[in-house]
């Protein structure tokens, strides 16, 4: 096994089979859906799509213990992968196809197995091990990985810690709209 | 007046003297020395029109409307996250009011290294009008938050050279909501100033426009091209603006501008190359006390103390605000670690090393080159002339708050490095660095266009013409043969109203 992941890093040769992965028949192994929230309808993810991306928000927005300071929403509540999802709607072809691709790749069993994992989709992994498969993609030697990694956990944190609804459990009391009130009422 | 994109019923044909693409300092400017000269100029701008009444100061509104590629521009491998403006005014609506001129030594290197005519004299008059425009003055040290009094408290302890910004805000409030759109028009952006004054002489202004590319025939460009988008989806609305002017100013920053020539076929001489970024690195410190970085004037503080240094490429240092989407982005890991600097934010200082690049020894920056739907594509590869500055920074960092009292300073390294003494810095020369494994970022885009008396080294000549074509103009950041070492702004308005004599030379 080291000297396949050794191969994979080290070659160019590496990153197309990776890509020819997500064909592979392991990948057969199919990703644990998930619905999306009544009323939202998807615009760029597949279903299972949605429910990769809904599973990597559940992990990179994980918290242990009570909220320290206020309640704080679950990514679903927030309904991280559905607003991904209308966010990505509207980029390049090609950057839609990346996507796409890269999520494959990410909840692809063989892909898991190749790269020291379990044998697995992300989707089906206990969180333990979704943790691990994450921790591998954003320490990863291959750099295709590590900017997969930053592509999903990026988008994740923007859309959950940009909701209004999270403010209070990072301690954030919001814009000061009503001095912005009273100014601009001032002025007028 | 001003257009926007759903306004318009129908392909347009335009005749003025000036078509102007892109509406921040650089195109502002010009469009308003122009105009108030008499001539007819078009401004089209890529972004859309806002006002104060419609900056809610939420980040999840203010990034996708106001900045590239909808808050998400990076560099190709995502190593760098990119926060560049994208709206009428440009950049001059969402930073962060920092102003200085351009320093004298830069203007020194470029004039004995590029054959620049820009002396500190030739500006003066440019700097001093810009700064009675928009209200550029010394922050009062009184006036400072906690975030960037940290700054300049750990500076002082360690005897650093530090002190206030200027920054260019009249009746500012200090909300600390800058780079979301300013709710109170306090400060003093494009929009408010140069935009107004132009269409006050009779601009009219084009929002919602992307410019897809110029039209040229041997050493005249003859038209420019403009796809207009809806001004809520930004998707195109299939209807055309074609201006045909007697002269073309592109005005579209650095990254865009080099893009639109090279989409227009312009690729003589370095187009793209040398693009520079003041690439930054950041730090959080986490103090007992509440630090509130996300109220107060989020830059008052900077400093320089080690823009020129012996060991390799100078920074400087600054504060950033601290929101929680900027921060969870740039914050390092993921899930329970992530969460609990996250519960902690009120309490964290954010502070940014920003290194000068373009002065080292055949250093070549970064490279704007296409995409495949022809927007640009950054590269900007790092090798040990920047690590060494990055580190440098960090340790700067770390230094000056743990003087100052913080419990302790994170690395946004992807296996973060928690600093609470001295000994610990050595952590930072060991830590990985390469392309995902630490945080970089940039708010300060420049070069790609370069200026400069040989076409071979530069895109436009001294006075900002295009080597080639001789009707057109580059106005803006793009054309700074290097970084600047301080934040560019200022820079860009006094050097495009420099320039906007040349142009209206061009057209008599």
């Given at each position: 096994m080291e000297s396949r992941r050794g191969l994979l890093k080290k070659t160019v040769g590496g990153a197309v089979l990776l890509a020819a992965a997500g064909a592979v028949p392991l990948a057969l192994r199919k990703t644990k859906l998930r619905e999306p929230p009544p009323g939202r309808k998807l615009l760029f993810f597949t279903p299972a799509e949605y429910s990769i991306w809904a599973a990597v928000a559940d992990r990179v927005l994980a918290r242990e213990g009570p909220d320290p300071i206020a309640p704080s929403p679950a990514p679903g509540q927030?309904?991280?992968?559905?607003?991904?999802?209308?966010?990505?709607?509207?980029?390049?072809?090609?950057?839609?196809?990346?996507?796409?691709?890269?999520?494959?790749?990410?909840?692809?069993?063989?892909?898991?197995?190749?790269?020291?994992?379990?044998?697995r989709p992300f989707t089906k992994m206990d969180p333990a091990q979704q943790d691990e498969h994450l921790r591998s993609w954003q320490t990863s030697r291959l750099a295709i990985r590590r900017t997969g990694f930053q592509a999903m956990k990026r988008l994740s944190c923007a859309i959950y810690f940009g909701s209004p609804d999270t403010y209070a459990s990072v301690g954030y009391p919001g814009p000061p709209y009503e001095l912005v009130k009273s100014v601009l009422g001032a002025r007028r | 007046m001003i257009h926007k994109g759903d306004q318009i019923a129908q392909d347009l044909v335009l005749k003025p003297d000036v078509c102007i693409v892109g509406s921040g300092p650089g195109g502002s400017m010009v469009a308003q020395r122009l105009a108030r000269g008499g001539a007819k100029v078009v401004v089209l701008e890529e972004g859309g029109f806002w006002t104060k009444d419609e900056f809610d100061m939420q980040e999840a509104t203010a990034f996708p409307r106001l900045y590239q590629d909808r808050?998400?521009?990076?560099?190709?491998?995502?190593?760098?996250?990119?926060?560049?403006?994208?709206?009428?005014?440009?950049?001059?609506?969402?930073?962060?009011?920092?102003?200085?001129?351009?320093?004298?030594?830069?203007?020194?290197?470029?004039?004995?290294?590029?054959?620049?005519?820009?002396?500190?004299?030739?500006?003066?008059?440019?700097?001093?009008?810009?700064?009675?425009?928009?209200?550029?003055?010394?922050?009062?040290?009184?006036?400072?938050?906690?975030?960037?009094?940290?700054?300049?408290?750990?500076?002082?302890?360690?005897?650093?050279?530090?002190?206030?910004?200027?920054?260019?805000?009249?009746?500012?409030?200090?909300?600390?909501?800058?780079?979301?759109?300013?709710?109170?028009?306090?400060?003093?952006?494009?929009?408010?100033?140069?935009?107004?004054?132009?269409?006050?002489?009779?601009?009219?202004?084009?929002?919602?426009?992307?410019?897809?590319?110029?039209?040229?025939s041997g050493t005249r460009a003859t038209a420019a091209i403009g796809a207009l988008l809806h001004p809520g989806t930004q998707q195109a609305t299939g209807l055309t603006l074609r201006v045909e002017p007697r002269v073309i100013v592109v005005s579209g920053g650095a990254l865009n501008s080099p893009a639109l020539l090279l989409r227009s076929g312009l690729d003589q001489g370095p187009v793209g190359k040398m693009t520079w970024l003041h690439p930054v690195v950041a730090m959080g410190s986490f103090y007992k006390d509440r630090i509130e970085g996300f109220y107060g004037a989020p830059q008052s503080v900077a400093s320089h103390h080690f823009a020129h240094r012996s060991e390799g490429a100078g920074f400087f240092i600054e504060a950033a605000?601290?929101?929680?989407?900027?921060?969870?982005?740039?914050?390092?890991?993921?899930?329970?670690?992530?969460?609990?600097?996250?519960?902690?934010?009120?309490?964290?200082?954010?502070?940014?090393?920003?290194?000068?690049?373009?002065?080292?020894?055949?250093?070549?920056?970064?490279?704007?080159?296409?995409?495949?739907?022809?927007?640009?594509?950054?590269?900007?590869?790092?090798?040990?002339?920047?690590?060494?500055?990055?580190?440098?920074?960090?340790?700067?960092?770390?230094?000056?708050?743990?003087?100052?009292?913080?419990?302790?300073?994170?690395?946004?390294?992807?296996?973060?490095?928690?600093?609470?003494?001295?000994?610990?810095?050595?952590?930072?020369?060991?830590?990985?660095?390469?392309?995902?494994?630490?945080?970089?970022?940039?708010?300060?885009?420049?070069?790609?266009c370069r200026m400069g008396a040989d076409p071979s080294r530069a895109v436009v000549d001294p006075q900002l013409?295009?080597?080639?074509?001789?009707?057109?103009?580059?106005?803006?950041?793009?054309?700074?043969?290097?970084?600047?070492?301080?934040?560019?702004?200022?820079?860009?308005?006094?050097?495009?109203?420099?320039?906007?004599?040349h142009v209206r030379a061009a057209l008599s």
């Open positions: 927030v309904d991280v992968a559905g607003k991904a999802d209308a966010f990505l709607s509207p980029l390049p072809e090609n950057d839609r196809k990346d996507l796409k691709q890269l999520l494959a790749l990410f909840d692809n069993a063989l892909f898991s197995f190749l790269m020291g994992g379990p044998p | 808050g998400n521009r990076a560099s190709a491998d995502l190593s760098i996250s990119v926060l560049q403006g994208r709206a009428v005014g440009g950049g001059t609506v969402i930073n962060w009011t920092t102003s200085y001129r351009t320093p004298d030594d830069v203007l020194a290197f470029w004039r004995d290294r590029e054959g620049s005519v820009l002396t500190p004299e030739a500006l003066r008059p440019h700097f001093e009008e810009v700064e009675q425009r928009l209200g550029i003055a010394k922050v009062d040290l009184e006036d400072t938050n906690a975030n960037n009094r940290a700054i300049y408290d750990g500076c002082k302890k360690l005897g650093w050279q530090v002190d206030t910004t200027r920054r260019n805000v009249r009746g500012c409030l200090r909300t600390g909501y800058c780079g979301m759109g300013c709710p109170v028009d306090a400060k003093q952006s494009a929009t408010l100033t140069y935009l107004p004054d132009a269409i006050a002489k009779g601009a009219e202004v084009y929002a919602d426009c992307r410019v897809t590319k110029i039209e040229w605000p601290v929101h929680p989407m900027l921060s969870a982005i740039a914050m390092p890991g993921f899930g329970a670690p992530l969460r609990e600097r996250m519960e902690k934010l009120a309490n964290v200082s954010a502070t940014i090393a920003l290194m000068i690049d373009g002065f080292g020894e055949g250093e070549e920056g970064g490279t704007v080159s296409l995409r495949p739907d022809g927007g640009p594509r950054l590269d900007y590869p790092f090798g040990a002339r920047q690590y060494e500055c990055f580190r440098a920074g960090m340790k700067a960092i770390a230094r000056l708050h743990l003087a100052n009292g913080a419990d302790e300073v994170h690395s946004f390294h992807t296996k973060s490095i928690r600093i609470v003494k001295e000994a610990d810095l050595e952590a930072i020369d060991t830590a990985p660095l390469g392309p995902n494994l630490f945080g970089v970022f940039t708010a300060h885009q420049m070069g790609g013409r295009h080597h080639l074509v001789k009707n057109l103009f580059v106005v803006d950041g793009s054309v700074f043969p290097t970084g600047l070492g301080v934040n560019p702004m200022e820079s860009i308005y006094g050097v495009s109203s420099w320039a906007a004599g």
